[in-house]
Structures are given as C-alpha cells and as structure tokens.
C-alpha cells in the first residue's frame, strides 16, 4: 500500500498515478511493495525530524525511514515542499520535475542505494532519471 499524507496546504494531483509509478519503481528494481508512506510537509516539520532521529541540524528535501523486510519494502518518505520549491528555482527545473525526483530519491534510498560517496552520487542521479522517465510511461 502506498498513501500520501500532507502536513501543508500541499496536495498531490493525480495520486493514483503517483502510487502506479512508485509501485513500478520497486518492482523495476525485483522488490515488493509494503508499506510506503509519503509526509509532504514544510522546512520546520522536516529540520525537527532531521534533528530529533538523526541528529542533523540542517534542511534537507528528504528524509527516509526504512523497515522493509527482505524483498518487501516498507517505510516512510518525508519530503519539503518548500525544498522542492527553491530547488526548482536554484536547479531551473519545474516544481513537478522536483518532486518526482525527491521521490524517486527516497523510494531508492529504501531500495537500497546511497548517495554518501561520488561514485554512488553518480548511480543516484543516474537511477533518479530513470526512474523519472517511468513516470511518462503509460500505467495499465
């Protein structure tokens, strides 16, 4: 199951759309859906979490919390809207290319990819626009 939460005037347009991407993003990758749930909610909503679970006192576009069991993924996904509202101006992109890919970048953190080192930065970005581009692919 995939749902979506809001902790902001926020709403995702279209959310079967996004749980039918999402659903393929895992899959793509030979894993099964669990329990995926997505906070959309603001810098302070996030910077408190940032602080209280890992102990980072900075804002980020996402943090993810992973709890997934062998081949089925569960966890939580929290991502700033209002991260994904200045990266659009800072990286010139549109706020929807944004989100798709802060959410792309957290369902592969649970899939097990990181982004600590250069080299896996690379990987990261190259995965986030592949799996931005199954986004454009028509769901059954």
């Known amino acids: 199951m995939i749902e979506f939460y809001f902790e902001t005037e926020f709403e995702l347009q279209d959310k079967k759309r996004y749980v039918e991407w ?6 793509s990758e030979g894993r099964e859906v669990g329990n995926l749930s997505f906070v959309f909610c603001d810098d302070t909503y996030l910077l408190e979490i940032n602080q209280k679970f890992l102990g980072h006192d900075s804002l980020t576009d996402v ?32 706020f929807v290319d944004e989100l798709q890919r802060v959410m792309a970048h957290g369902v592969l953190h649970l899939l097990g990819y990181d982004d600590k080192s250069d080299d896996d930065s690379k ?7 592949e799996k931005m581009k ?7």
Not at 22 to 27: D, E, K, L, M
Not at 134 to 140: C, G, I, P, S
């Open 22 to 27: 999402v659903a393929q993003i895992v899959t």
């Open 63 to 94: 943090i993810t919390f992973d709890y997934s069991d062998d081949d089925v993924l569960f966890g939580d996904v929290f991502i700033s809207t209002e991260r994904l509202k200045e990266n659009s101006y800072k990286f010139n992109s549109t």
């Open 123 to 129: 990987e990261m970005r190259s995965k986030e626009e």
């Open 134 to 140: 199954l986004f454009h692919v028509e769901h059954q």
